[in-house]
């Protein structure tokens, strides 16, 4: 089952032209977490939800949205 938190990780490192490893490197997990989380099988923790969103520099909401329907947010 998908998690009800869906985000925007992979546009963001698209704009920016970053690997997952990249970003994996900057927010001290592995690729493959970042893997799980950009395909919604994972939702990471608040601390890692907050590294992500300072890497980018965005707020925090502008990353991940809770969608309890399992519908995705654009």
Sequence with gaps: MK???RNTIRELRATR???QQEL???????RQTVNAI????YSPSLEVAF???RVFDVP???VF???PT????K
Excluded: W
């Design 70 to 73: 399992g519908a995705r947010v």
């Design 24 to 30: 994996a490197e900057l927010i001290s997990v592995t």
């Design 65 to 67: 949205q809770y969608d």
């Design 51 to 53: 590294r992500v969103a």
């Design 60 to 62: 925090l909401e502008q």
């Design 3 to 5: 998690s009800p938190i």
């Design 38 to 41: 950009e395909g919604d099988k």
């Design 17 to 19: 032209s970053m690997t």
